[in-house]
């Protein structure tokens, strides 16, 4: 599942990591399809628990919409309710937001409807801006190792999110890139030269700016880790940070507040959008 990059407890009640995926209407349908059954069956949730072999909370949890049965637990379920099939016909239909990890979900839809989204990246370029070549490089090397299946679901997912670039003009879009993201190459000469290209053609957009942190810079607010703020159509802002396998929606103002000024020193520092396109330039005519 990817976060913001693909890469990768939060204030004001949301979740602060993975866990139990977020219900959809479909899972959350099956499961009252189960309980139905279930109930028609005459069974307690502790009767059909044991029958089917799962633990009491993995089984109201399927019921209630917040998990996503696996193969065993519909065919054992089959069995025990009388085997109608309707188990098995309605889990094809099945619907969790795929590729989207569970935690970035919540800022996900947040971020489906900022008027203001700010990026500070220092890992790897961001989710917004990569190429689907830069994105199939990344997850052809993840560990552990994704299937055809999910790399597809990923890298649509992506795709899907990007069109925030492109379907809100009057969101205004900042990002903030360390020089040496580009410098690494990866993926190769030729998907760096494509992926630069992508960028300073994203950065020409009106709505756009990307600077790039030299290397020169020694120290700045970054040097903690990858940032991303934005404002709702409400005037409310939210932070977002994420590490390895797990996220973390800020709502605390004070927090917010924090991070907005680190920031706005970021911006201080790194190159100016006109200076930040000639380096992009000048690391595309070395390639």
């Not at 139990?20 to 899972?27: A, N």
């Not at 919540?106 to 994105?135: F, K, S």
């Not at 199939?136 to 890298?155: C, G, H, K, V, Y």
């Not at 020694?218 to 159509?233: A, C, F, R, S, V």
């Amino acid at each position: 599942m990817i976060g913001a990059n693909g890469g990768a407890g939060a204030a004001g009640g949301w979740p602060s990591s993975g866990g139990e995926p977020e219900s959809s209407d479909s899972l959350r349908t099956f499961g009252a399809v189960v309980q139905a059954l279930r109930e028609h069956a005459g069974l307690s949730r502790r009767e059909f628990a044991a029958l089917v072999r799962f633990s009491q909370h993995t089984v109201a949890s399927i019921e209630q919409g917040r998990r996503m049965p696996d193969h065993a637990f519909v065919e054992r379920a089959e069995e025990v309710l009388g085997n109608t099939g309707a188990l098995r016909r309605a889990v094809r239909h099945l619907a969790r937001q795929p590729g989207l990890a569970s935690w970035f979900r919540h800022w996900a839809r947040l971020e489906a409807v900022a008027i203001t989204l700010y990026t500070y990246e220092c890992r790897l370029i961001p989710g917004l801006l990569q190429t689907e070549a830069y994105a199939r490089t990344l997850f052809d090397n993840r560990l552990p190792p994704l299937s055809d299946e999910d790399i597809q679901a990923q890298i649509a997912a992506r795709s899907e999110r990007q069109r925030l670039l492109t379907e809100r003009p009057h969101t205004a879009f900042s990002f903030i890139l360390d020089e040496h993201l580009f410098l690494r190459r990866t993926g190769g000469a030729e998907v760096t030269r494509e992926l630069i290209d992508h960028v300073l053609e994203l950065a020409a957009r009106r709505n756009i700016e990307i600077q790039i942190m030299p290397l020169t810079e020694g120290t700045h607010p970054g040097l903690n880790g990858p940032m991303q703020l934005l404002e709702t159509p409400q005037n409310h802002w939210f932070a977002y940070c994420e590490g390895q396998e797990t996220g973390q929606l800020v709502a605390d103002p004070k927090t917010v507040s924090i991070l907005q000024l680190r920031y706005a020193k970021l911006r201080s520092q790194a190159l100016t959008p006109q200076d930040s396109a000639g380096l992009l330039k000048q690391m595309r005519g070395a390639l």
